[in-house]
């Protein structure tokens, strides 16, 4: 038995192929660069807190950046620092501009009532090769006319 002769071809240029408008994009989380940007992120927080916390002689809280379980579970303390008389919230960005959550102010608000202390919020924005970094506080009205009372 004879196998047919098979016509060689001269084989096309390979054409660029074309997006499937149907295909789905990966999400960032199944990224591999997404996992290593992550990490990088939770540790800059981490130091933040930690540089933040010791230019105010205060400390990081024990579980810092744990979730608590459901909305009546009270086993997270509700921020990130406690220094002086204040339980601070300490988030911080790369960016330019950062929005500002009610949630986590009303979140802070009620762990500093549950130790009684006051709350405020810490914010950090980082930026350049050198990394130089601007800390703001922002505090409740009350808190800032008693400080100036004083």
């Known amino acids: 038995m004879t196998w047919p002769n098979k016509v060689l071809r001269k084989s096309k240029p390979s054409t660029p192929k074309k997006k499937d408008p149907h295909a789905r994009p990966v999400p960032r989380f199944q990224r591999d660069e997404a ?21 105010l002689d205060g400390r990081v809280a024990t579980g810092s950046g744990n979730r608590a ?11 990130d620092i406690t220094a002086l008389q204040f ?13 500002i959550k009610l949630s986590w102010l009303l979140k802070v ?36 006319e008693r400080l100036c009372r004083l």
Not at 69 to 79: A, E, Q, S
């Open 35 to 55: 996992v290593v940007s992550r990490q990088d992120r939770v540790r800059r927080s981490r130091a933040n807190e930690e540089r933040f916390a010791e230019k």
């Open 87 to 99: 339980l601070i919230e300490h988030k911080y960005t790369e960016k330019q501009s950062m929005s």
């Open 109 to 144: 608000e009620a762990g500093a009532q549950r130790i009684g202390k006051d709350h405020a919020l810490g914010i950090t924005f980082e930026e350049g090769e050198g990394r130089s970094r601007k800390d703001f506080m922002l505090i409740p009205l009350e808190v800032f």
């Open 69 to 79: 379980v459901g909305n009546t579970d009270k086993r997270t303390l509700g921020g």
